[in-house]
């Protein structure tokens, strides 16, 4: 029995890494390797054109015609007809099996896009070759694939449905062709287990939530209010809005940070590490001065726990006897935008709004200390404007507008 590069067994396959939505701006990309093997597929659709396309790096004009024909089969020709999807594959580095796993990596990418796959039962490709010796070896590293005398790269799913089928070098007898299905077909079933064992983990909690594409920001707030006042702000930009609530199973994060900064980066950056996706975060809060600055970072949990209502009547309570030229009081929003695991480059934006605080709460909108914060300017407590008014002047409003002329170009960094 001869031994293998890296001391496998002749029916073993590598151990397999997959990065789901690998790309910040390419919610369907993978980074995806096998042993040290690693390829980049993104893929997306677009309307300007019909048909699939597939463009690759480190790949052969044969090679790229053989994945388009494999792939065809697989997406809905219907769909095909109107829209185009575009597949782009780049080898990093190639330690065997490129095009069996060209194949799969493209898989994965089109599993993150909706709807594109036809079928449920996903279909993985294998390299298989036979020895000098006669022997036959699953996913042979480039070291083998370079003595091997014949190859062959197999399209198959796990219930052995055979589809493409490559074969190279020289021929072989039919008794040696069957021994490479079979083994091409138990490297399938293995390779399936991990894709599917690395998808379930990663990426359905998630998919489950529904994945938002690139037209949607991730907000980190559980506060209903600060998510109605955002949905409103990025609305005018075309842009959708998904929150925590939309995402119950993610953990709660602790704010531990000493500055509404910390605070908001620390929820940013979580979140953003947890789904793989921009997340931007708020961290916000109200500052008296009669109170030297109190409840500042605070304001959320100012009457012990999360509690508007007690939170105001906390307030009141501290200012009693405080007249009303010295009630002064500022309103802060810090924003942080952040990438994946990128906590060195968030971007953060700040707003400021100046008002008073009433002794009597005034209006039903909004959220928080809303009733009791008057701005002169309106004549009107933050709770007495519209929810369009109040983005006209909030903190964070004032926040939002400082992001908008810089974010799409930080994301796109
Ligand atoms: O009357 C208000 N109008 C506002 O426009 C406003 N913005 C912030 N605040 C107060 O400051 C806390 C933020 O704390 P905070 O940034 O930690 O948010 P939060 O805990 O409510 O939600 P999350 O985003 O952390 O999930 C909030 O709870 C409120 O008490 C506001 N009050
Ligand atoms: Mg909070």
């Excluded at 151990?15 to 096998?34: D, I």
């Excluded at 914060?373 to 369009?388: G, K, Q």
């Amino acid at each position: 029995m001869m031994v293998r590069t890296d001391n496998r067994a002749v029916n073993d396959v590598r151990p397999l890494q997959v990065q789901w939505r690998y790309l910040t701006q390419q919610p369907a990309s993978v980074l995806w390797q096998r042993g040290i093997t690693k390829i980049m597929v993104a893929a997306y659709w677009q309307t300007k054109a019909a048909g699939l396309v597939v463009t690759g790096t480190g790949l052969t004009a044969g090679q790229i015609d053989w994945l388009q024909a494999a792939l065809l089969p697989l997406v809905s020709a219907e769909a095909l007809t109107q829209q185009q999807l575009v597949v782009t594959i780049t080898t990093l580095e190639n330690d065997g099996g490129q095009l069996a796993e060209a194949f799969n990596a493209t898989i994965g990418a089109l599993q993150l896009l909706p709807d594109t796959l036809l079928d449920q039962q996903v279909p993985c490709a294998v390299s298989v070759g036979v020895m000098a010796d006669q022997t036959t070896l699953v996913d042979l590293t480039l070291a083998e694939e370079e003595i091997a005398i014949s190859q062959m790269t197999m399209v198959a799913t796990a219930q052995e449905q055979v589809g493409a089928l490559t074969l190279s070098g020289q021929p072989v007898d039919s008794s040696l062709f069957n021994e490479l299905i079979l083994r091409a077909s138990q490297g399938c079933t293995r390779t399936t287990a991990q894709f599917q064992a690395s998808f379930q983990q990663a990426v359905q909690p998630v998919m489950a939530a529904g994945i938002p594409d690139v037209g949607t920001i991730v907000i980190a707030t559980k506060n209903p209010g600060k998510a109605r006042e955002f949905e409103a702000v990025f609305a005018k930009a075309g842009l959708k809005v998904k929150t925590l609530l939309d995402y119950p199973e993610l953990p709660e994060i602790d704010e531990t940070g000493q500055t509404f900064e910390a605070n908001a980066r620390l929820k940013a950056d979580q979140i953003a590490a947890i789904l793989k996706l921009p997340v931007l975060a708020d961290d916000s809060g109200l500052m008296v001065d009669a109170l030297d600055g109190r409840p500042g970072i605070y304001s959320a949990r100012f009457a012990g726990d999360h509690n508007d209502a007690g939170n105001n009547a906390k307030l009141l309570f501290e200012l009693t006897g405080v007249p009303t030229e010295k009630r002064t009081a500022t309103f802060h929003s810090t924003l942080a935008f952040a990438k994946p695991d990128r906590p060195n480059e968030d971007l953060v934006v700040e707003g400021n709004v100046a008002g008073r605080i009433l002794g009597i709460p005034r209006g039903d909108n909004g959220f928080g200390y809303d009733p009791l914060f008057y701005v002169p300017e309106l004549d009107a407590s933050m709770a007495e404007l519209s929810l369009a008014q109040k983005n006209q002047v909030s903190h964070r409003a004032r926040a939002i507008a400082n992001l908008e002329p810089v974010w799409r170009d930080w994301l796109a960094d």
